[in-house]
């Protein structure tokens, strides 16, 4: 199975670690999840391929300035649970690619890749990133 090219928009299943997990000490995340490639930028002197992924979540964040609810029909679409999801922006996991926590999918042979989230939702997503990004309030865990 072979990796996906990490686009911007792709939603891979990942062993993300929570940022109060890695302030906690902690190397490794506890369970693989969906997260979403916001970001994949080339390091020049390396050649590598940096990605930034944000986490989806089943438990409600209870705060629209900092998560976004997946419609119903987006998370079909992917091929993910009915249960209600949503994607954190408040906080990245930020690793070279492919990394060791890209992990293949449970139980279907399609690879490391649930597909990408419609234009407009990821284009919602980007707003959000950007404004917490300029406020501060953006967390970066680095996995390497």
Known sequence: MAFPDPQPGLVISYGYLWHREHRGGQE???KDRPCVIVLKTSVAASG?????????????????ALSIEIPAAIKRHLGLDSDRSWIIVD???EFVWP???V???RGKPQGY???????????????????LYRSGILKRVPRD
């Open 99 to 101: 990394g060791f926590d």
């Open 48 to 64: 590598d391929t940096l990605v930034r992924v944000a986490p989806i979540t089943h438990s409600n964040p209870g705060d629209d």
């Open 28 to 30: 490794e995340g506890r």
């Open 113 to 131: 890749a649930y597909g990408f989230l419609p234009p407009a939702l990821f284009a919602q997503l980007l707003r959000k990133l950007g404004s």
């Open 103 to 105: 992990r293949p999918l």
């Open 91 to 93: 906080e990245l996991n």
